[in-house]
């Protein structure tokens, strides 16, 4: 079992940045992608940022060329760097890690708000 615990979200102003972290505990040893989704009250949970044990990339074109996933695997930990933010990118974050079962797992969720 995998148990993830995300933090970083908050309150910033149109342009501004942020860093989401979570970091994985228990059987880390299995996990394989970890990623980034996020949603909106009454919405789907959509994909933000995933990478790999290897650290290849995907991103959603929305946050192409804003947001940077990353991880260390030595700490079971993904992060997601996220500048030029924009009203818009106003949503819960939730922290996601699949294991080499295809297992899935989620973190709680940190929200992030983007107003002036």
């Known amino acids: 079992q995998v148990q993830l615990l995300d933090s970083g979200g908050g309150l910033v102003q149109p342009g501004g940045s942020l860093t989401l972290s979570c970091v994985a505990s228990?059987?880390?040893?299995?996990?394989?992608?970890m990623g980034w989704y996020r949603q909106a009250p009454g919405k789907q949970r959509d994909l933000v940022a995933q990478?790999?044990?290897?650290?290849?990339?995907n991103y959603a074109d929305s946050v192409k060329g804003r947001f940077t996933i990353s991880r260390d695997n030595a700490k079971n930990t993904v992060y997601l760097q996220m500048n030029s933010l924009k009203p818009e990118d106003t949503d819960a974050y939730y922290c996601?890690?699949?294991?080499?079962?295809?297992?899935?797992?989620w973190g709680q969720g940190t929200q992030v708000t983007v107003s002036s």
């Open positions: 990478i790999t044990r290897t650290g290849n990339t």
């Open positions: 996601h890690a699949m294991d080499i079962w295809y297992r899935h797992y």
């Open positions: 228990g059987s880390g040893f299995s996990i394989d992608d």
